[in-house]
């Protein structure tokens, strides 16, 4: 009678493992995409914050209920999944530091795709130039700005520092000093025009807690504007810079 029951429930134990063989049994993902995020004016790429900053909202299309994925966007602005399902999407754009849109039918094919996005950003870092003076230990940052649209103003501006290229408002040394940072209306104006040229700089020697040995530090300049009924407003930022720090 044992063996017999033992039978029975190793039967029973085969049976659970085949049947969950079978409902597990799905193709895997069989497409990747990679692309940018260019400026629509200038046809540069739109650099995010690798934490907290822009990414995209994907929905599959042909299901009853839609479930939202999310694709991360680099900090240069530059996007990669190598892990999607080839099928028909519906991509939404917010929270971002550039003007919200939605791709209603946007296709992705089995194998490679590539697909650069244009976008309007809210704010354009215009001419950034950031130099190093070894003699006088400061970093010093000149840039103009520009709005990407007639509701859009000024809320700070500040000099990013860090030890590595995921420098940004939330991956920096946090140096709160009121030569590179900038609020308005206060420290600076909220209205924005290419014309004004703004300077912010960062004393290398004043800050020995995080400027430690002779070494590459990275380096940006970081505009957050104010735009009505747009959601969460990200960080527009300059292009990375690194530079040599010698103590």
């Not at 754009?93 to 795709?113: H, L, S």
């Amino acid at each position: 009678m044992k063996k017999i029951l033992y039978l029975f429930v190793l039967s029973c134990f085969i049976s659970l493992i085949t049947v969950s063989c079978e409902i597990d049994n799905y193709d895997g993902p069989n497409a990747t995409i990679t692309g940018k995020f260019l400026d629509s004016a200038t046809g540069e790429v739109v650099g995010t914050d690798i934490t907290n900053g822009n990414s995209i909202g994907v929905y599959e299309l042909g299901w009853p209920t839609e479930a939202k994925q999310t694709w991360n966007i680099d900090n240069s602005g530059e996007y990669t999944n190598k892990l999607v399902f080839a099928a028909n999407y519906r991509i939404e754009f917010k929270d971002c530091n550039f003007y919200p849109f939605i791709v209603n039918d946007f296709v992705v094919k089995k194998g490679a795709n590539k697909y650069d996005f244009t976008v309007t950003p809210y704010l354009r870092v215009i001419n950034p130039v950031i130099t190093y003076d070894a003699t006088t230990k400061i970093v010093k940052a000149t840039f103009s700005l520009q709005a990407g649209g007639n509701d859009v103003n000024l809320k700070e501006i500040r000099l990013f520092a860090f030890t590595d290229k995921w420098v940004g408002n939330y991956v920096q040394f946090a140096i709160t000093a009121n030569t590179c940072f900038k609020k308005a209306p206060g420290d600076v104006s909220t209205t924005i025009t290419p014309a004004t040229q703004y300077v912010l700089t960062m004393d290398v020697a004043a800050n020995p807690t995080f400027f430690k040995s002779t070494r590459d530090y990275y380096f940006r300049i970081g505009a957050l504007a104010t735009v009505p009924n747009v959601g969460t407003v990200r960080h527009n930022y300059s292009p990375l810079v690194t530079l040599n720090i010698v103590k």
